[in-house]
């Protein structure tokens, strides 16, 4: 596994989305110890966040995923909703990526920030398994970037999709470790 050329993505942590995870589920602990060792090895930190325009114009009738939310979301403060939980704030230098759909890349300038920094190699983490993670992983693999996904730092609202994502399917494309293993790297 290289680490040259390497940042984390620390995507979909916002307060609004963890806190719809049974508490002990949230993999906070494990992405603020990913961050650490990104930092401590100079690597880029990434924040991803899903977040829309006021009243959600950019969510078509024809997208079942968001579509389902608009109606709920849509007197939503944007702003507050998409605000990174606390436990794992950027700092100033790091970097927020704003998307507009489940993938990292999709209505997004996330590759353009990773050309920047000559990015060759991603590390994921983030909620939920079976959203950003899933549709990143296989995005970032067809754009030939090496890939890393820290298992205990990733969480979905199923953790029998987790497990199986995170045991059979990721391992197609990525390697699939612990945020101990990779900070022994």
Not at 66 to 80: G, I, V, Y
Not at 120 to 145: F, I, M, P
Request: with cysteine.
């Amino acid at each position: 596994m290289e680490n040259k050329n390497t940042a984390l993505l620390v995507m979909d942590m916002q307060a609004s989305i963890v806190s719809m995870l049974p508490v002990n589920a949230a993999p906070t602990s494990n992405v603020i110890k990913a961050i650490a060792h990104a930092r401590n090895n100079g690597f880029p930190v990434i924040y991803i966040v899903v977040g829309f325009r006021q009243g959600l114009p950019e969510v078509s009738s024809n997208n079942k995923g968001f579509s389902a939310s608009k109606e709920r979301l849509a007197n939503t403060d944007m702003n507050e909703w998409m605000k990174i939980d606390v436990a794992v704030a950027p700092q100033a230098n790091d970097i927020i990526v704003t998307k507009r759909r489940v993938s990292a890349f999709t209505g997004s300038d996330l590759e353009v920030v990773l050309r920047a920094f000559d990015v060759k190699h991603l590390v994921l983490t983030g909620v939920a398994t079976s959203g950003v993670v899933l549709s990143t992983v296989r995005e970032a693999a067809d754009k030939d970037y090496a890939l890393t996904v820290l298992s205990d730092a990733c969480a979905d609202g199923d953790e029998e999709v987790h497990r199986v994502l995170t045991t059979k399917v990721f391992t197609r494309q990525a390697d699939v470790i612990t945020t101990d293993e990779w900070s022994k790297l």
